[in-house]
């Protein structure tokens, strides 16, 4: 592994042979194109909006013709916001792809070469993805919601964006899934496979919490709030089946303990393991 004196920036040289220091300004461009020269992102990034607008415009129609109307634990924020929870696997599967990738074709050796210190990298992945992902999914958020409204006030079923938690739900939809793209982001570091990583972020978000709806109540209702996904959720303003739900905000923290753990893991092993 090439090491630098911590004092010293490391040193690439431009075409006409000047040095050129390699800051953390000149990392976040770099990851920046990358990001946005994969037409894999643009197309994953319009999946998401779909099926968070779609997806909860599809619910909320449901939802306001059925006789009983929104359903309990629920409210008409986190109903139009449903499709929140289907546009994840999509943002965690770029979440993967932006670093795997880097590692089946080579390319992170290269990566690694220019800037020696290795974490910057990661810590500009993180940035750059989590940056695109919020302003994308928060107007897909705003867009779901308007809709959603629209339909729910056909029965007085509707809330606005003046009612703090509606605003809360809004923009806690693109902060959860930020999370959790970080967290597939988190997991293609670790693993540096795409394809056991994106197992991987499928078992813990898709596969884990409706299994524990199979353990006894008396200790799921204990462990369920407590899994990523779920205690994430609590951000969006509904229950989602969980019986104990935690506050909106201690949820999230949870979330993000979950993602700063693997973050961490991933910064160990991309300092002390060679691609």
């Known amino acids: 592994m090439t090491t630098t004196p911590a004092h010293t ?9 000047a040095p050129l220091r390699v800051t953390y300004a000149r990392v976040l461009l770099s990851e920046w194109t990358k990001l946005r020269s994969l037409r894999s992102t643009a197309y994953t990034l319009l999946v998401a909006v779909g099926l968070s607008i779609g997806l909860g415009v ?14 309990p634990g629920e409210t008409a924020a986190s109903t139009s916001l449903t499709g929140t929870f289907f546009a994840q696997l999509a943002i965690g599967v770029l979440g993967v792809l932006m670093i795997s990738g880097e590692y089946s074709t080579g390319m ?6 220019a800037v020696p210190r290795r974490l910057p990298i990661l810590w500009a992945k993180l940035a ?19 809709i959603g409204q ?7 079923l509707n809330t606005s964006l003046a009612d703090p938690a509606a605003l809360r739900s809004v ?9 959790a793209g970080m967290t597939g982001l988190a997991l293609g570091a670790l693993l540096r496979n795409g394809a056991a990583a994106i197992s991987s972020f499928v078992g813990v978000f898709f596969v ?13 209702d204990h462990v369920v709030q407590y899994l990523p996904s779920n205690a994430g959720a609590m951000l969006l303003g509904g229950h989602y089946g969980v019986s104990n739900p935690l506050a909106p905000w201690t949820g999230f923290a949870v979330m993000c303990c979950y993602a700063v753990v693997l973050i961490g ?5 991309l300092r002390r393991v060679d691609a």
């Open 108 to 113: 992170i050796r290269a990566s690694l070469t």
């Open 208 to 220: 884990i919490p409706p299994l524990t709806l199979l353990l006894p109540t008396s200790f799921s």
């Open 9 to 17: 920036a490391p040193l690439a040289m431009t075409s006409r042979g």
């Open 265 to 269: 893991l991933a910064g160990w092993r």
């Open 58 to 71: 599809l619910f909320v129609a449901i939802t306001a013709n059925e006789p009983s109307g929104i359903a």
């Open 150 to 156: 629209a339909l729910l006030s056909e029965r007085d």
């Open 171 to 179: 923009i806690g939809a693109p902060m959860y899934l930020s999370v």
């Open 128 to 146: 750059v993805f989590a940056a695109a992902v919020f302003a994308t999914m928060l107007i897909a958020s705003l867009v779901a919601f308007l």
